[in-house]
């Protein structure tokens, strides 16, 4: 296990050093093999999160779970969520625009196989981003769903700018498209605080060790704080 933990380490640290040579953040952040974190469900069961891969730019952590798929390139994922790391926690444009840039330092490389993965990758989310979006608000709030998920940190005014990024509209232009947006995001925002303080007076209740809930409690304490940071006065 432990030979599997610096081959981990190792590969994250070659990533860095021959895709993203330019990334002097990059030192700072460290990789745990894994999934990401544990919640509990109503019903008090624990339950972990199965993605392939995490960046949680809150804690400069990338997440490898190499438990997802014995097929998978674990080099594919660890580029995907550096890619995040550097740019944003949306699949946007200038995340996209970094995939191909990693790509094309493959085919330098003379890694051609990962170079197809990656421009393969990068192209199946710019037709995500090309595709018409529907004028009503069921895309918006799925949108703000996602953006909070990845990024509980998220202020109102960042989300604006994920969302103006992915629907190639400006800001402004999007508020005024969708007049109710901040009392969106504040509703949505609000019912993930409650999901998770039920979650955590569920998973006690249940006798949940402490070290099992340090994920959810670490998230609303963020969430938490931004809905400080913006609440309104008086």
Do not use: K
Request: net charge neutral; proline share 4%.
């Amino acid at each position: 296990m432990a030979d599997a933990r610096a081959d981990g380490h190792a590969l994250f640290r070659a990533i860095c050093r021959d895709y993203f040579p330019r990334w002097r953040a990059g030192r700072h952040w460290r990789l745990v093999e894994g999934p990401h974190g544990s919640w509990v469900d109503a019903q008090g069961q624990t339950r972990t999160t199965a993605e392939q891969g995490y960046c949680d730019r809150t804690t400069n952590t990338i997440y490898l779970n190499r438990d997802w798929s014995n097929t998978y390139d674990p080099r594919l994922v660890l580029i995907h969520e550096t890619c995040h790391a550097v740019t944003s926690g949306a699949h946007n444009r200038r995340f996209c625009a970094r995939l191909r840039h990693a790509a094309e330092r493959a085919t330098a490389l003379g890694d051609t196989v990962l170079s197809t993965q990656l421009t393969d990758e990068a192209d199946a989310y710019a037709r995500v981003l090309a595709a018409p979006r529907r004028p009503g608000t069921s895309w918006i709030a799925g949108q703000i769903t996602d953006i909070l998920c990845d990024t509980p940190e998220a202020t109102f005014d960042q989300v604006v700018l994920f969302l103006a990024e992915d629907s190639a509209a400006t800001p402004a232009e999007l508020i005024e498209q969708y007049p109710r947006l901040r009392t969106r995001y504040d509703q949505i925002r609000q019912e993930e605080l409650r999901t998770l303080r039920h979650q955590l007076t569920a998973a006690r209740c249940a006798g949940i060790p402490a070290h099992r809930l340090r994920y959810t409690e670490e998230r609303l304490r963020i969430m938490e704080a931004v809905s400080t940071q913006t609440a309104p006065v008086g």
